[in-house]
């Protein structure tokens, strides 16, 4: 968190942003053109989950709040997989290597704290998608998963597997606000199907 306060400090949107009319009055933008002033958790909280299409520059938008974004998605945020829709919508890994790495920290961070913590703010399933959500991949959270041995992470990993039941019994993936195509959503929830089975037949070994 600390990094991406320092990365992303003093940035704003841009000079002539206007965003959304009916959804942020004038005072809001003025803010969000206003570089190190702390904004209302709310409007943090809209920002970051409106679709895409409110704001002129949306990756400068997302620039702009993410010292705050941050806390708010760690702290217990209901909705993360919006907020994570944001995150995606603004193309983060493109950015300079620093704001990138910045990003890539906090997630996995983010995703590390919850696999270790007995009751998180939000369920592991939850934080999950999520940050599959934020990089339209599932690759390095299966793997941070993979490598938390730990008796919190396998409970979680059981927690997950009851919340997903729906979705193993079928081709529909929980990744509501995934960015990319369709194909893509699709192989993604295979991966981690099949990295579900391949976790329970490895447990079920142990315990034969």
């Known amino acids: 968190m600390a990094r991406v306060v320092e990365t992303f400090g003093g940035m704003t949107a841009q000079a002539d942003e206007a965003g959304c009319g009916r959804c942020f009055d004038k ?9 190190d002033v702390p904004l209302p958790a709310g409007l943090v909280r809209r920002v ?3 679709d895409p299409s409110h704001w002129d520059d949306q990756p400068a938008i997302i620039r702009r709040v993410l010292p705050q974004v941050v806390v708010v998605l760690a ?18 890994p493109r950015w300079p290597r620093e704001q990138a790495a910045a990003v890539t920290g906090f997630l996995d961070a983010w ?9 998180p703010p939000i369920p592991a399933s939850a934080v999950f998608e999520s940050c599959v959500t934020a990089s339209s991949s599932v690759a390095p959270w299966l793997a941070r998963w ?18 997903w039941r729906e ?10 606000w995934w960015r990319g195509t369709e194909a893509e959503e699709r192989a993604a929830w295979h991966e981690v199907k099949r ?9 079920s070994r142990q315990k034969g």
């Open 27 to 35: 005072g809001e933008v003025e803010l969000l053109r206003t570089p």
């Open 48 to 50: 970051a989950q409106k």
């Open 75 to 92: 702290e217990g945020e209901a909705e993360s997989d919006l907020i994570a829709r944001g995150l995606a919508a603004a193309d983060w």
């Open 111 to 119: 995703w590390t704290q919850t696999l270790r913590t007995k009751s």
């Open 146 to 163: 993979e490598s938390e041995t730990g008796p919190l992470a396998h409970r979680h990993l059981a927690e997950s597997r009851d919340w």
């Open 167 to 176: 979705e193993l019994e079928s081709d529909i993936s929980p990744f509501t």
């Open 195 to 203: 990295w579900l089975a391949s976790r329970a037949r490895a447990t």
